[in-house]
């Protein structure tokens, strides 16, 4: 698509799907340092450093979305907390399609501009970034369905998405094995006119705090993986 001509050409991991980068990331760590399930409830000025859950630490370097940080934060002023509330996304239902038939072209990747076509705005065909992404002789497609609010009942929506791409002729529809279907609650920027000066906001009192952030909802910048993978290596 003009104007993505940078997202033309990228690289896959063979093996272990996109997770695999973030484990290549965690391997050379020190894994006691690394903690997984471990939600950020309160982060509080303390002296010179914060209390994070109520532990101690000398800085605090976040990249969960802003709107999830500002709950976790204390004495926030009422124009900070309307300034927050302009930060504005959607998000989206990711419903994956297994189907029993071998990969039928080399595409990545399908847009859908029109409605028409069905709910989604994007398919990807995950089984051709790379062979070990389906068993052999079958073909997957990640069907991506933006929403606003509250979730959509993902059941009615694994049926109409199965339903639109049969109808597209993307697959046959009994050729499908099994649908899955996950939601991701900040998906996309919503660069709405309030956005700027809300972020600026935002920005300059999570500084006063002495709060570094990065990362896409972390600090609110249109980023895929790559870049926020290049702004964690410059920040560190
Ligand atoms: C549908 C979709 C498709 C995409 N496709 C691509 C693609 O093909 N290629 C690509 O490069 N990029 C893609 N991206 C973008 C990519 O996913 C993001 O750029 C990247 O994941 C952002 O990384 P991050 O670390 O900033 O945030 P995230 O990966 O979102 O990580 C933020 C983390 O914060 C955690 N969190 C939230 N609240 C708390 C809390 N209170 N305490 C502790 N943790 C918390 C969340 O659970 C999450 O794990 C896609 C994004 C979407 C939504």
């Given amino acids: 698509t003009e104007g993505y001509k940078h997202q033309a050409r990228f690289w896959y991991p063979m093996e272990g799907g996109f997770e695999s980068v973030v484990r290549a990331v965690a391997k050379p760590l020190p894994q006691e340092r690394i903690r997984l399930n471990a939600p950020v409830k309160t982060v509080r000025k ?16 976040s990249t969960v979305p802003l709107k999830e940080l500002a709950k976790a934060l204390d004495d926030v002023p009422e ?8 930060l504005d996304s959607t998000s989206v239902a990711s419903i994956l399609v297994a189907i029993d038939e071998p990969p039928r072209d080399d595409r ?33 497609i990640l069907a991506e369905v933006t929403y606003r609010g509250a979730p959509p009942d993902l059941d009615a929506l694994q049926e109409q998405v199965v339903d639109c791409l049969h109808a597209d002729q993307l697959l046959e529809k009994d050729r499908v094995l099994f649908t899955r279907a996950f939601t991701n609650k900040y998906a ?6 309030r956005l700027e000066e809300s972020l600026g906001v935002v ?26 993978i290049r702004s964690a290596l410059d920040f560190a």
């Fill in 108 to 140: 990545s990747w399908i847009y859908f501009p029109h409605a028409s076509a069905g709910p989604f705005n994007r398919i990807t065909h995950l089984s051709n970034y790379s062979p070990a992404n389906a068993p052999e002789g079958k073909r997957s």
């Fill in 203 to 228: 920005r300059r009192f999570l500084e006063d705090r002495g709060i570094d952030i990065l990362g896409r909802f972390g600090n609110y910048q249109y980023f895929n993986s790559d870049q926020c």
């Fill in 79 to 86: 124009e900070i907390v309307r300034a927050f509330d302009g």
């Fill in 188 to 193: 996309y920027i919503l660069y709405t006119h």
């Fill in 46 to 61: 303390a002296g010179t450093g914060f209390l994070v859950n109520g532990e101690e630490f000398e800085r605090v370097v």
